[in-house]
């Protein structure tokens, strides 16, 4: 069983830059597709980015790419979410997810068994 637990949300002007954590527990993370969804209030969840564990693919919405950047930690089994230059339409929950590979696509949150409580982003603007 996996555990994963996100930290590092909060509040943050318009342009300005968080770093999203997310520490795998339960089990070493290796083989698994690690994932970083949001969802706004009155919204669906969306697909924000995603890597291999291996860390030689990587994934991202168009409204973000550009913007962040997915990345993960062998030695410390956490995944990362660095975000730039933050606008008001990336406040969200964001959520770590997991996946046991093979999946058929990233972007479809069906294919992820794994999921953090998730962590709130709110950017002002």
């Known amino acids: 069983q996996v555990q994963l637990a996100e930290s590092g949300g909060g509040l943050v002007q318009a342009g300005g830059s968080l770093t999203l954590s997310c520490a795998v527990s339960?089990?070493?993370?290796?083989?698994?597709?690690m994932g970083w969804f949001r969802q706004a209030p009155g919204k669906e969840r969306e697909f924000v980015a995603a890597i291999t564990w291996s860390g030689r693919n990587t994934h991202y919405s168009d409204s973000v790419k550009g913007r962040f950047t997915i990345a993960r930690d062998i030695f410390n089994n956490t995944a990362y979410l660095q975000m730039n230059n933050l606008n008001s339409e990336d406040t969200a929950l964001y959520y770590c997810?997991?996946?046991?590979?093979?999946?058929?696509?990233?972007?479809?949150?069906?294919?992820?068994?794994?999921w953090g409580q998730g962590t709130q982003v709110t950017v002002s603007s």
């Open positions: 997810s997991a996946a046991e590979p093979p999946i058929r696509t990233v972007v479809d949150s069906d294919e992820f068994e794994y």
């Open positions: 339960g089990r070493t993370a290796s083989r698994l597709v």
